[in-house]
């Protein structure tokens, strides 16, 4: 492999760096993200030589869509690379190719400055994992980073070495279809997963570690309250107060600045009228400056050029003035800073040592991954070929389909079917022999014909079994037309239901797979009726009339309203979206192979009126309890408080007792601690997995408390029969919260404490003062 490096700049560098030496200069106002001595002169030294057109075209970014098949294309983008004036490229994947728009970079480049390449590597490059929300009712902090591992060794293998993940908005509405990219509703989780995620993708929180070749940029997204849309509609504006942007929103994204992660994605919504992407407050106030984060800020796909929609700029030009003085650093797609920062400095109103601050950020990005020693170490044919979908990481992909997959009903023990018994199974429903939509949304470069059916998983499970399956599909998934994000208006037709039916008839237990096509989760797919689509829900009441054994398969991206299917069909199993490996792992729950062991992470409403419902609400001036007149309380007239799968909840095959639940003593005081312990025996018939929560709630506090939080947990594997003893510490860190001066607080006062199986599980109840 031939390399283009660093020595080819030697002499100029050599003179620049003397220069900055005996002048003893150094970029005003910035702070690097590596605090490496080395680094910060390299950096100096190459800026210095860098013409005010140079360092505009570093902030500049494009998709690749100016070169698809490596070659540069006749277009505006194609004319800014032949300038040498692109940045970074996002959506160029393969080595070969990549190496081709480097090679072309490095020919326009006058100083030889190397392109750097990024994606959404979401859940997975080509090895497709779980979506995130899945994944994270694995509650398995260590399996979410290896999948973030994986996903970090086949895109450096491709090319790309900055990516746009993970996703860490707070969201409690399902209606928002970007809920499928994140951790869930809890912020202690949501946080823990956020720091696992970006440890996968980065390495550790050292920065050194970027020079590894197989680890690469992880970047915090989206900053901020995104996922507090109103009315769950995407792009959609948020008001959120000071207190509640520091206690829910602002808790993953500070944890991952402490780690070290090394870019932030800007939001498109406005924040309390104030658009993110051009909100002083957020980049400069609350995380340059407070938080100290130093290393890169990159907007969302044309969110400058949006701060004119928003009504927040007047003009192209405005937006990128007010975008730089936020503490942007480069702009995706919109061509603000490309096409006017020159202007904006000739004119005074912004200044060079504003654009030099940013590009220093971004050249110290590049050194630190190697880019300037060697451009194509991420363009390695060979390693490519080994790493893409290895054996290592399909086995991972399955491994994580199970462990995300979560067992809601299971009424008189339907499931497991067990390969041993004579049954006659009906397979009815769209998801059966659906392949297209296993992966989910943003499963970038999955190839969606490799994904594994619920059939072929089946299938393959009991062959040569007693259990022989008949299948009918009875009815399709609808649609959404992309064009217009519009559902279409081709509805689905019954007339597979009397074929399903007479199948269900002939049966002794029917399993129906239904769910949402995967345009339906994600970007720009917002719902407001979050019930089955289509008329599955009338196919499985026509189903229900054969007086059959229902065994119901979810795949969907959000919390659905199951309220019908939880009352009326024998077993639900939520499979969301599991990706390459999904049959097989749905085959192995199924059969009991594996012992299903995965827990929500958001709560199911009972119906969209509930939503946004939550576990960890507060209680009002007047709560409604079965203890209390129902009249003037606040609680519905229609439906109950409740919902309808708390957080937390997901059952197992077998059976775990909670017992000799104790506290070591019952109050602490400043500096010290409590052990909060509980036994937990598998009194059942199956090996399993559980995971133990713990929960307390501060009774009087400054500020109004939430009934519940959750404050740890631990995931044990129990033989039947076995017993374990899970231990919890509980110090002034657990009772912390955000004070009326936003900051945390630590108060004197009672606290109510659960160690249960979820957040509705009141059974484990014990009391503890801090003094």
Known sequence: MSKLNI???????????????????KIANWHSYSGDVVIEQKVDSVLSLMTLEEKIGQMNQYSANFAPTGEVADNQSGEYLKKGMIGSTFNAFGAENVRMLQEQNMKYSRLKIPMLFAADVIHGLETTFPIPLAEACSWDLDLMEQTARAAAEEATASGVAWNFAPMIDMSNDPRWGRVMEGAGEDVYLATLAARARVKGFQGISNYNDLSKGNT?????????????????????????SEHKLHETYFPPFKAVVEDGVGSFMTSFNDLNGVPATGNKYLFKDILRDAWGFNGLVVTDYTAIMELIPHG????????????????????????????????????????ENQIDVAVARILEMKFLLGLFEDPYRYCDVER??????????????????????????????VLPLKKDESKRVALIGPFINERESLNGEWAIKGDRDKSVTVKEGLDAKYAGSNVKFTYEKGTDLPLIDRSTEKVSDIEPSSRGFAKAIQTAKNSDVVLVAMGENYHWSGEAASRTDITLPGNQRELLKELKKTGKPIILVVFNGRPLDLSWEAENVDAIVEAWYPGLMAGHAVADIISGDYNPSAKLVMTFPRNVGQVPIFYNQKNTGRPFNDNAPADYRSNYIDVENTPLYSFGHGLSYTNFEYSNVVLNKSEFTKGGSIKASVEVTNTGKFDGEEIVQLYIQDIVASVTRPVKELKGFEKITLKKGES?????????????????????????????????????????????SYK
């Open 384 to 413: 490519e070929k080994q790493v893409i979908m290895n054996d290592e990481y399909v086995d991972l992909a399955h491994k994580a389909a199970q462990g995300s997959m979560v067992l809601l009903k299971n009424d008189n023990n």
């Open 312 to 351: 927040y700029a007047k003009d192209l030009k405005h937006a990128a003035q007010l975008s730089l003085d936020a503490g942007i650093d480069m702009d995706m797609i919109s061509e603000a800073f490309v096409m006017h920062l020159k202007e904006l400095v000739e004119e005074g109103s912004i200044s």
């Open 724 to 768: 374990k003893v899970v231990e919890f510490t509980i110090d002034e860190e657990t009772i912390e919260f955000i004070g009326l001066n936003n900051q945390p607080t630590v108060e004197a006062g009672d606290f109510n404490l659960w160690i249960g199986t979820s957040s509705d599980d009141e059974s484990n109840h014990m009391k503890f």
């Open 7 to 25: 020595k080819a700049l030697l002499p100029l560098l050599i003179l620049s760096f003397a220069a900055c030496t005996q002048q003893g200069s």
């Open 216 to 240: 690469m940029i992880a970047t915090a997204k989206h900053f901020v309250g995104y996922g507090a849309a109103q009315g769950g509609r995407d792009y959609h504006t948020t008001d959120i």
